[in-house]
């Protein structure tokens, strides 16, 4: 299974973005999925992650509020809605899945990523 991210771009403070991460070749109905972003010159943090049925998201302290994480199985898809967007959010973002269980965080556990997408937010 390969995943792609996609949908970002430059945006003002204050505005908002869609990301989308497609898989493909094989299906991640199975697999919890997750959003992780690094910003320039820092380390790759965890942003959000929803479980493989949707039942439950969850969220880093920052981004609660301003950013939903979604999905749709049927289209073999993740997708991450950004509003309110601050300098702060600039960074690539990454998509994640994983089939461990339980509400993961590190990037150690998860096995299948996607390529990055810039997200630049202008003050």
């Known amino acids: 299974v390969q995943l792609q991210a996609s949908g970002g771009g430059l945006v003002q403070a204050g505005g908002s973005l869609r990301l989308s991460c497609q898989a493909s070749?094989?299906?991640?109905?199975?697999?919890?999925m997750a959003w992780f972003r690094q910003a320039p010159g820092k380390e790759r943090e965890f942003v959000g992650r929803i479980s493989r049925n949707s039942a439950s998201t969850y969220y880093k302290d920052s981004v609660k509020g301003r950013f939903t994480i979604s999905r749709s199985n049927l289209k073999n898809a993740m997708y991450l809605q950004m509003n309110s967007l601050e300098p702060a959010d600039t960074a690539i973002y990454y998509c994640a899945a994983t089939t461990v269980v339980g509400l993961r965080v590190s990037e150690s556990d998860y096995h299948l990523w996607g390529q990055g997408t810039l997200v630049t937010v202008s003050s």
């Open positions: 070749g094989g299906t991640v109905s199975g697999h919890h």
